[in-house]
């Protein structure tokens, strides 16, 4: 558990594949200043994970999906409109700073 998140067996391979420690997952979690009660993308921009010392491209953004509590999966995105454009029917945060 990060940031009162459970996560489930699926977050934490990718996870651990993608290489993002449990620090870091809080410092972005902790930014989340609303509840989330459906299904939501967290996007978090290339500035702030450089910030957290992740070392990725400049178009690279991780996405987190959570839902009540819940992190689901994580990954990262090159090209942010494109995906989401193509996802029209979530909730998104996004945390750029």
């Known amino acids: 558990m990060v940031a009162n ?3 489930t ?3 934490l391979y990718r996870q651990w594949d993608r290489k993002i420690d449990d620090s870091l ?3 972005i979690l902790n930014k989340i200043n ?3 009660s459906s299904k939501t993308f967290v996007v ?3 500035k702030l994970l450089k910030k957290f010392g992740l070392k990725v491209s400049n178009k690279a953004n ?3 999906v959570a839902n ?3 992190l689901i999966t994580i990954f990262m995105v090159e090209d942010l409109y494109q995906y989401l454009k193509s996802q029209p029917k979530y909730d998104f945060i ?4």
């Open 5 to 7: 998140f459970k996560k």
């Open 9 to 11: 067996d699926h977050f």
């Open 25 to 27: 997952l809080e410092k």
């Open 34 to 36: 609303e509840n989330i």
């Open 44 to 46: 978090v921009g290339n």
């Open 62 to 64: 991780l996405i987190i």
């Open 68 to 70: 009540t509590n819940l």
């Open 94 to 97: 996004i945390i750029s700073q």
